[in-house]
DNA sequence: GAAAAGCGTGAAGCCTCGTAACGCTGATAA
DNA sequence: TTATCAGCGTTACGAGGCTTCACGCTTTTC
């Protein structure tokens, strides 16, 4: 007869975590795991550089495809499509800012609450420099339709950058050197520190400083800081 | 024969700043170009409607005519691409942000500094929360490759809206209640306060303070527009 | 009233997204 | 060892958006 079913559709997607091999979980993985997984690290750097160059406004499956190498279909063995890949790079971001606040835990003194308020202020605005492709994902305008989900991986990944933050002032809090008149809450004096410190780096990060030459910005982001360390609560130790 | 070069192309695009009707400065203008004008904003005001519903990623000529009861070529007789489009959106975006700016002036007593400035935070807010699509367009990740020329329209319309703040600082300057131990430069410290107002206004338009509740949203801006008022120098009267 | 300018349309070319059907390769299993 | 199969990548294709072109209609101008 015709058709008999051959090939039970190709398995497309990969869409929610699950990819075509998945291995069971903790096994080691195999050859050909591991090759996918670097082509899917190959697509989201290509992405990355695109974007970089071009905005996230004007990334083309074409384009990345023409990267590596291959035809635009070929991608699609990896993402299902445009807004799966975009909500893989957004994790990616949101994982990679909290991979830089982190590193910065090592390079200071545990003891020195100031020093590692501000250093943690510099990782942050040193990550959007270096990064301005992640930062534009992430604080860029959204896409209205898009929205990530509530619990989504966006959701978690933007918690544990927040929640840095939030153990460093616990430390300090222990320390007995929080205390802050206007806002009692530790949770909310740390939104506005960041906001305070967060508007800084996205007017920089939007060109919108650039009239500042560098060692002016430089020393203008110590002092806003300094401002948000005094939002959060750390009552300064040495004026 | 063939050809005669009839019609000696058809005055496509309008870009820099000519309208193909165009009369002398200072004329009044015809009948034709009141229609064309109104038809300009028509299509500028679609066109924000969607990049609200769709974001200025999506936005579709398509669909701008649709709305118009037009067919998409038909834009073209007044803007030469989707870019000019944009960047008309944009620099319209700067004025109305000085216009609102401009508007809290006579809102508020002259000779009341802090509420002077509180009101123009607040303004700063509230446009940015009625008018999201505007709002994006400047503030939203820029596209790398456009880049508004250095004294292009959106630089000036920007300067504006910046230098109503520090108009508002020079008054208060010589009503003696400025002075600031960390940014002795007033400009600078205009830039700080400026960033720290925005930060707040920046994360809330872009939802990642939707957890908060409106109430303590309001309250913590009010709070984070007090701080900007000391960070710009003015010395608290009422603590 | 005639010429010109401006406006809008349908047709057409190019590019991108995304789908479908097919061949190849390496892994797996009898 | 050989047959099967999952996964990968390709070509072919349809749908839809941007932009240009040639043309007709309406309004202004002389």
Redesign the pocket.
């Known amino acids: 007869m015709a058709a008999e079913a051959t090939?039970?559709a190709?398995?497309?997607t990969a869409a929610g975590g699950g990819t075509?091999?998945a291995g069971a979980t903790g096994t080691a993985p195999?050859?050909?795991e591991r090759?996918?997984a670097a082509?899917v690290e190959e697509i989201k750097n290509a992405a990355l550089d695109l974007i970089r160059d071009h905005g996230s406004a004007n990334?083309?499956?074409?384009?990345i495809?023409r990267t590596l190498?291959?035809?635009?279909?070929?991608l699609?063995?990896?993402f299902?499509?445009?807004?799966e890949l975009l909500t893989a790079l957004v994790t990616d971001s949101y994982d990679s800012l909290s991979d830089a606040l982190d590193a910065t835990r090592g390079t200071v003194p545990a003891d020195d609450l100031d020093a590692r308020f501000l250093a943690t202020c510099g990782a942050y605005r040193s990550w959007a420099q270096d990064s301005p492709e992640r930062f534009a994902l992430i604080f860029g305008s959204p896409v209205p339709g898009y929205a990530a989900p509530p619990d989504g991986p966006t959701a978690v990944a933007g918690r544990r950058a927040m929640d840095h933050v939030l153990e460093l002032l616990a430390d300090t809090a222990t320390a007995g050197r929080l205390g802050h008149p206007l806002v009692p809450d530790t949770e909310q004096a740390t939104i506005l520190a960041w906001a305070t410190v967060h508007g800084f780096v996205t007017l920089e990060a939007h060109g919108h400083l650039h009239a500042l030459d560098p060692a002016t910005r430089d020393h203008l982001f110590t002092t806003q800081a300094r401002l948000a360390a005094r939002t959060a609560g750390l009552t300064p130790a040495s004026p």
């Open positions: 090939r039970k190709p398995a497309r075509p091999t195999t050859r050909r090759a996918r082509t990334l083309r499956f074409t384009d495809a190498g291959l035809t635009p279909p070929a699609y063995r990896y299902a499509d445009r807004d």
